[in-house]
């Protein structure tokens, strides 16, 4: 299914897949795109479907698997170039999503706010399409926080980034 659809992608112009790849294809062939996805790896401690999966597991599963001092000591590291990644592959202009499923304001405003710091072609922006959903504001300005009591959802950290050089 995922190969599908990377197919459908790739004649459309797009490119679906990790930032490494999409970056090669965008770098080899000098493509730019409109609107990018980092949907980055992270610790999942507010995804209700992972944390299932490890009640079943067994918490030591989720514990080895996600909570590892050296995985989490890294994770923010990782997001950081996946992020970049992700930027360098848009054009001027164009908006990038960077979220988590993670409570873990190290792996989202941190992240963010450091990406900022370092890339002043980027800013970020309201994300206009989620104005009416029942979601908090997170620490950094105009990004969005989702928790589960509150969205009935799975714990989401949004925030919508442009390009403005």
Excluded: M
Aim: glycine share 10%; charged share 25%.
């Amino acid at each position: 299914r995922a190969a599908a659809l990377a197919e459908r992608a790739a004649a459309r112009g797009g490119c679906l897949g990790d930032a490494t790849a999409c970056g090669q294809l965008g770098g080899r062939q000098g493509r730019l795109y409109d609107k990018v996805l980092v949907d980055a790896e992270c610790t999942h401690d507010g995804s209700i479907k992972h944390l299932a999966k490890f009640a079943q597991w067994g918490w030591d599963t989720f514990e080895r698997r996600f909570l590892d001092p050296e995985r989490l000591a890294s994770l923010p590291l990782l997001q950081g170039r996946l992020l970049r990644a992700g930027f360098r592959l848009l054009r001027r202009g164009g908006a990038l999503v960077y979220c988590t499923c993670s409570f873990a304001r190290a792996q989202n405003e941190d992240v963010v706010s450091a990406f900022l710091g370092d890339e002043p072609a980027a800013r970020l922006v309201e994300v206009e399409c989620l104005a009416d959903a029942p979601a908090t504001p997170g620490s950094l300005p105009l990004t969005l926080r989702f928790d589960p009591r509150r969205s009935r959802t799975s714990a989401l950290f949004v925030a919508k980034l442009e390009r403005v050089s």
